[in-house]
């Protein structure tokens, strides 16, 4: 961004900026309509008036106001609901992001007029429309009354609307248009993040738990380590792991259900229980797995899988992921090229 004063270098042959009164920005950063009251301007005295017209910002060719950046000001913290800070560097720190965020819209509103884009009367009036109906008003002329009661006049919000709409279709244009997401890169993120996207899928498992004695200490451990071994030979030779469970487990909750641990959610269990359980495929034990609480044999009974209505479900999400990603980059490096285009000379 070049700026007279904080961004800075030449017009590349252009004249000096010529500062005017011109598209006063909607806000900071505004919604795509008009939510909430501005303030309305009052009759001031002459030395007021040329306080509050005092140019802060010229971008490019066009003046920012002081009367702007108040009228901005006020109306952020109207639709964000919060309380004016008090004089000092939290202020001081608001008013720049809010000027940073009127020089943003202004570029991009003079970028939409210089490729000549334009808003359709219908576009403005579904608009229109669509506040109409969230202010309850059932006419034209109502939704005018109200507008005024809130400090408003008629013809600023249709300003504000159509600038809002133009940057909406400039943005299409320069970012949304350009951004895709491939099959391929759904692919890839499903591989590296089938774990977390799995989470809250169920399954069924039972176990045989093999407990060192209290006090025992590293022989109790090896004792109980033998006594699953040999249980797990037993497993491999082909012997019901319920009927062994129930004859050999020392968990007592589980045991006399043949081990069953009941219908479970990924992510209840113990991160390294789960990730033993969840290796096997249905069917399949696992070797002795040692735990806080003794050796465990497990048998994986079932478990959901990202498949069928899940998988797709699950892609379609994928898909959001990626393009909100590459959407703001893209954003960002589109507002990026703008402002090192603009002279922004600042006057504060």
């Known amino acids: 961004m070049r700026c007279a004063r904080c961004w800075s270098p030449s017009r590349e042959g252009r004249g000096p900026a010529r500062p005017h009164r011109g598209r006063p920005p909607p806000g900071a950063p505004p919604p795509s309509e008009v939510r909430a009251p501005l303030l309305s301007r009052p009759a001031l005295p002459p030395d007021a008036e040329a306080v509050m017209d005092r140019v802060i910002c010229v971008v490019n060719s066009d003046a920012v106001t002081l009367y702007e950046l108040d009228e901005a000001e006020a109306y952020y913290l109207y639709e964000n609901k919060l309380p004016r800070p008090s004089e000092g560097e939290e202020r001081a720190k608001l008013r720049e992001r809010i000027l940073a965020s009127i020089i943003e819209k202004r570029l991009q509103i003079q970028q939409a007029e210089r490729e000549k884009l334009t808003v359709e009367d219908a ?22 009354e109200m507008i ?21 279709r400039m943005i ?67 012997e019901d792991f319920g009927d062994l469970a129930r004859e050999y487990s020392e968990d007592a909750g589980t045991a006399k259900n043949g081990g069953r641990l009941g219908v479970l959610k990924r992510g209840e269990l113990a991160p390294d229980i789960e990730t033993a359980v969840l290796r096997l495929s249905p069917g399949e034990h696992s070797p002795p797995f040692r735990s806080q609480v003794g050796y465990h044999l497990f048998e994986l009974d079932s478990k959901e899988t990202l498949a069928g209505e899940q998988l797709a479900q699950a ?16 954003l960002q490096e589109w507002l990026t090229e703008i402002r090192g285009k603009a002279i922004i000379e600042m006057r504060l």
């Open 123 to 144: 576009e403005m009036s579904e608009r229109m429309g669509e506040i109409q109906k969230r202010l309850g008003a059932t006419t034209a002329a109502e939704f005018e």
């Open 148 to 168: 005024k009661a809130q400090g408003l006049v008629i013809e600023a919000v249709r300003k504000r609307i159509r600038e809002q709409l133009l940057v909406e």
């Open 172 to 238: 299409r244009r320069k970012v949304s248009l350009r951004v895709s997401v491939t099959e391929e890169e759904i692919d890839r993120y499903l591989i590296a993040n089938r774990e977390k996207l799995e989470t809250g899928l169920a399954f069924e498992a039972r176990h045989i738990l093999f407990v060192p004695g209290a006090g025992s200490g590293e022989d109790g451990w090896t004792a109980a380590r033998r006594r699953a071994d040999e249980i797990y030979s037993r497993v491999l030779a082909g």
């Open 315 to 330: 892609r379609n999400q994928i898909r959001d992921i990626l393009y909100k990603q590459k959407y703001e980059t893209r």
